[in-house]
T-cell receptor
Framework: GQQVMQIPQYQHVQEGEDFTTYCNSSTTLSNIQWYKQRPGGHPVFLIQLVKSGEVKKQKRLTFQFGEAKKNSSLHITATQTTDVGTYFC??????????FGQGTELSVKP | GAVVSQHPSRVICKSGTSVKIECRSL??????MFWYRQFPKQSLMLMAT?????????EQGVEKDKFLINHASLTLSTLTVTSAHPEDSSFYICSARLISGVYNEQFFGPGTRLTVL
Protein backbone atom coordinates (compact mmCIF):
# COMPACT_ATOMS: atom_id res chain seq x y z
CA GLY A 1 0.00 0.00 0.00
CA GLN A 2 0.90 3.64 -0.12
CA GLN A 3 3.57 4.70 2.32
CA VAL A 4 4.86 8.01 3.54
CA MET A 5 8.36 7.91 4.97
CA GLN A 6 9.83 10.68 7.04
CA ILE A 7 13.38 11.25 8.23
CA PRO A 8 15.04 11.78 10.57
CA GLN A 9 13.08 10.31 13.45
CA TYR A 10 14.78 12.57 15.98
CA GLN A 11 16.75 15.77 15.69
CA HIS A 12 18.47 17.54 18.54
CA VAL A 13 19.75 21.03 17.81
CA GLN A 14 21.20 23.95 19.64
CA GLU A 15 18.99 27.00 19.69
CA GLY A 16 19.77 29.10 16.65
CA GLU A 17 20.72 26.16 14.45
CA ASP A 18 18.68 25.20 11.42
CA PHE A 19 16.51 22.09 11.15
CA THR A 20 15.16 20.12 8.22
CA THR A 21 12.82 17.15 8.01
CA TYR A 22 12.21 15.21 4.83
CA CYS A 23 9.16 13.35 3.63
CA ASN A 24 8.94 10.84 0.80
CA SER A 25 5.87 9.15 -0.61
CA SER A 26 5.81 5.85 -2.47
CA THR A 27 3.28 7.37 -4.87
CA THR A 28 2.57 10.75 -6.41
CA LEU A 29 0.50 12.94 -4.12
CA SER A 30 -2.21 15.42 -5.04
CA ASN A 31 -1.06 17.50 -2.11
CA ILE A 32 0.98 17.21 1.04
CA GLN A 33 0.20 18.58 4.46
CA TRP A 34 2.38 19.36 7.43
CA TYR A 35 1.34 19.22 11.06
CA LYS A 36 3.06 20.07 14.32
CA GLN A 37 2.37 18.27 17.56
CA ARG A 38 3.68 19.78 20.75
CA PRO A 39 4.57 17.39 23.60
CA GLY A 40 1.31 16.22 25.18
CA GLY A 41 -0.74 18.00 22.55
CA HIS A 42 -2.56 17.19 19.38
CA PRO A 43 -1.52 17.73 15.75
CA VAL A 44 -2.04 21.25 14.48
CA PHE A 45 -2.26 21.98 10.78
CA LEU A 46 0.63 24.06 9.47
CA ILE A 47 0.28 24.14 5.72
CA GLN A 48 -0.81 22.35 2.58
CA LEU A 49 1.21 22.29 -0.63
CA VAL A 50 -0.57 21.53 -3.86
CA LYS A 51 1.55 22.52 -6.84
CA SER A 52 4.62 20.77 -8.19
CA GLY A 53 7.76 22.55 -7.01
CA GLU A 54 5.78 24.80 -4.69
CA VAL A 55 7.62 26.65 -1.95
CA LYS A 56 5.82 28.38 0.88
CA LYS A 57 7.16 30.30 3.82
CA GLN A 58 5.75 30.96 7.26
CA LYS A 59 8.17 33.23 9.09
CA ARG A 60 11.16 30.98 9.82
CA LEU A 61 9.53 27.88 8.31
CA THR A 62 10.01 27.00 4.64
CA PHE A 63 7.98 24.22 3.06
CA GLN A 64 8.81 22.67 -0.28
CA PHE A 65 6.95 20.23 -2.51
CA GLY A 66 9.04 18.29 -4.99
CA GLU A 67 8.70 18.56 -8.74
CA ALA A 68 7.45 14.98 -8.96
CA LYS A 69 5.04 15.60 -6.07
CA LYS A 70 6.46 12.62 -4.20
CA ASN A 71 8.64 14.38 -1.68
CA SER A 72 8.54 17.38 0.56
CA SER A 73 10.63 19.13 3.14
CA LEU A 74 10.21 21.46 6.06
CA HIS A 75 13.11 23.71 6.98
CA ILE A 76 13.27 25.84 10.09
CA THR A 77 15.82 28.63 10.16
CA ALA A 78 17.40 29.61 13.46
CA THR A 79 15.39 27.32 15.70
CA GLN A 80 13.87 28.56 18.92
CA THR A 81 12.72 26.63 21.97
CA THR A 82 9.14 27.24 20.87
CA ASP A 83 9.80 25.07 17.81
CA VAL A 84 10.03 21.97 20.00
CA GLY A 85 7.62 19.23 19.00
CA THR A 86 7.04 16.52 16.46
CA TYR A 87 6.53 17.49 12.85
CA PHE A 88 4.44 15.20 10.67
CA CYS A 89 3.90 15.20 6.96
CA UNK A 90 0.73 13.62 5.64
CA UNK A 91 -0.48 12.66 2.22
CA UNK A 92 -4.06 12.09 1.11
CA UNK A 93 -5.38 8.79 -0.08
CA UNK A 94 -8.76 7.72 -1.36
CA UNK A 95 -11.73 8.84 0.67
CA UNK A 96 -10.10 11.93 2.06
CA UNK A 97 -7.99 9.92 4.46
CA UNK A 98 -4.52 11.01 5.41
CA UNK A 99 -1.47 8.81 5.72
CA PHE A 100 0.99 10.26 8.18
CA GLY A 101 4.73 9.97 8.10
CA GLN A 102 6.45 8.67 11.20
CA GLY A 103 7.20 12.19 12.34
CA THR A 104 10.40 13.98 13.26
CA GLU A 105 10.78 14.88 16.90
CA LEU A 106 12.67 18.13 17.30
CA SER A 107 14.32 19.08 20.55
CA VAL A 108 16.04 22.44 20.96
CA LYS A 109 18.69 23.05 23.56
CA PRO A 110 18.71 26.63 24.81
CA GLY B 1 -9.61 28.24 12.00
CA ALA B 2 -12.21 25.54 12.55
CA VAL B 3 -12.47 24.06 16.02
CA VAL B 4 -12.95 20.44 16.96
CA SER B 5 -13.61 19.47 20.55
CA GLN B 6 -13.18 16.08 22.12
CA HIS B 7 -14.55 14.77 25.39
CA PRO B 8 -13.35 13.52 27.74
CA SER B 9 -9.74 14.64 27.60
CA ARG B 10 -8.61 11.92 29.93
CA VAL B 11 -10.24 8.74 31.20
CA ILE B 12 -9.13 5.94 33.44
CA CYS B 13 -11.24 2.83 33.54
CA LYS B 14 -11.17 -0.74 34.73
CA SER B 15 -10.56 -3.59 32.37
CA GLY B 16 -13.79 -4.86 30.85
CA THR B 17 -15.67 -1.59 30.90
CA SER B 18 -16.72 0.46 27.89
CA VAL B 19 -15.64 4.02 27.25
CA LYS B 20 -17.34 6.53 24.96
CA ILE B 21 -15.41 9.40 23.40
CA GLU B 22 -17.15 12.30 21.72
CA CYS B 23 -15.83 14.38 18.86
CA ARG B 24 -17.60 17.59 17.88
CA SER B 25 -16.99 20.11 15.14
CA LEU B 26 -17.94 23.38 16.81
CA UNK B 27 -18.20 25.87 14.00
CA UNK B 28 -18.60 23.83 10.86
CA UNK B 29 -20.38 20.77 9.63
CA UNK B 30 -18.36 17.68 8.96
CA UNK B 31 -19.81 14.86 6.91
CA UNK B 32 -16.59 12.97 7.46
CA MET B 33 -14.62 12.56 10.65
CA PHE B 34 -11.63 10.36 11.28
CA TRP B 35 -10.51 8.48 14.35
CA TYR B 36 -6.82 7.94 15.03
CA ARG B 37 -4.86 6.18 17.70
CA GLN B 38 -1.40 7.24 18.74
CA PHE B 39 0.91 5.24 20.96
CA PRO B 40 3.78 7.01 22.75
CA LYS B 41 6.54 8.21 20.44
CA GLN B 42 4.66 6.91 17.41
CA SER B 43 2.75 8.40 14.54
CA LEU B 44 -0.98 8.67 14.14
CA MET B 45 -2.60 5.50 12.92
CA LEU B 46 -5.96 5.84 11.24
CA MET B 47 -8.53 3.55 12.80
CA ALA B 48 -11.68 4.39 10.91
CA THR B 49 -13.53 6.92 8.83
CA UNK B 50 -16.79 8.09 10.32
CA UNK B 51 -19.44 9.04 7.79
CA UNK B 52 -22.53 10.97 8.77
CA UNK B 53 -25.63 8.89 8.21
CA UNK B 54 -23.85 5.72 7.18
CA UNK B 55 -21.63 3.02 8.57
CA UNK B 56 -18.06 3.76 9.47
CA UNK B 57 -15.24 2.41 7.35
CA UNK B 58 -12.58 0.63 9.36
CA GLU B 59 -8.93 0.23 8.51
CA GLN B 60 -7.44 -3.21 8.18
CA GLY B 61 -6.80 -4.80 11.54
CA VAL B 62 -9.23 -2.61 13.47
CA GLU B 63 -12.09 -4.57 15.04
CA LYS B 64 -15.37 -2.87 14.26
CA ASP B 65 -17.18 -4.68 17.06
CA LYS B 66 -14.66 -3.43 19.58
CA PHE B 67 -14.44 0.15 18.38
CA LEU B 68 -18.00 1.26 17.75
CA ILE B 69 -18.41 4.46 15.79
CA ASN B 70 -21.57 6.49 15.46
CA HIS B 71 -21.86 9.66 13.39
CA ALA B 72 -25.40 10.69 14.15
CA SER B 73 -25.17 14.32 13.12
CA LEU B 74 -23.03 16.63 11.02
CA THR B 75 -21.22 17.86 14.10
CA LEU B 76 -20.86 14.79 16.29
CA SER B 77 -19.08 11.47 16.02
CA THR B 78 -18.60 9.06 18.89
CA LEU B 79 -16.11 6.25 19.40
CA THR B 80 -16.94 3.60 21.98
CA VAL B 81 -14.18 1.30 23.10
CA THR B 82 -16.04 -1.79 24.26
CA SER B 83 -14.70 -4.17 26.87
CA ALA B 84 -11.52 -2.19 27.17
CA HIS B 85 -8.27 -3.93 28.06
CA PRO B 86 -4.90 -2.52 29.09
CA GLU B 87 -3.58 -2.86 25.53
CA ASP B 88 -6.27 -0.40 24.44
CA SER B 89 -4.59 2.29 26.52
CA SER B 90 -3.60 4.97 24.06
CA PHE B 91 -4.15 8.52 22.87
CA TYR B 92 -7.28 8.66 20.71
CA ILE B 93 -7.61 11.63 18.42
CA CYS B 94 -10.44 12.58 16.11
CA SER B 95 -10.34 14.93 13.18
CA ALA B 96 -12.96 16.57 11.05
CA ARG B 97 -12.50 17.21 7.39
CA LEU B 98 -13.08 20.66 5.95
CA ILE B 99 -13.06 20.98 2.20
CA SER B 100 -12.58 24.41 0.68
CA GLY B 101 -11.70 24.60 -2.99
CA VAL B 102 -8.58 22.58 -3.63
CA TYR B 103 -7.76 22.48 0.01
CA ASN B 104 -8.66 19.46 2.09
CA GLU B 105 -7.70 20.17 5.63
CA GLN B 106 -8.27 18.11 8.71
CA PHE B 107 -8.80 19.78 12.05
CA PHE B 108 -7.86 17.68 15.01
CA GLY B 109 -9.51 17.46 18.37
CA PRO B 110 -7.36 17.77 21.50
CA GLY B 111 -7.33 14.01 21.97
CA THR B 112 -8.46 11.63 24.69
CA ARG B 113 -5.91 9.81 26.76
CA LEU B 114 -7.33 6.43 27.74
CA THR B 115 -5.78 4.38 30.49
CA VAL B 116 -7.21 0.94 31.13
CA LEU B 117 -6.22 -0.60 34.45
Amino acid sequence: GQQVMQIPQYQHVQEGEDFTTYCNSSTTLSNIQWYKQRPGGHPVFLIQLVKSGEVKKQKRLTFQFGEAKKNSSLHITATQTTDVGTYFCAGPVQGGKLIFGQGTELSVKP
Amino acid sequence: GAVVSQHPSRVICKSGTSVKIECRSLDFQATTMFWYRQFPKQSLMLMATSNEGSKATYEQGVEKDKFLINHASLTLSTLTVTSAHPEDSSFYICSARLISGVYNEQFFGPGTRLTVL
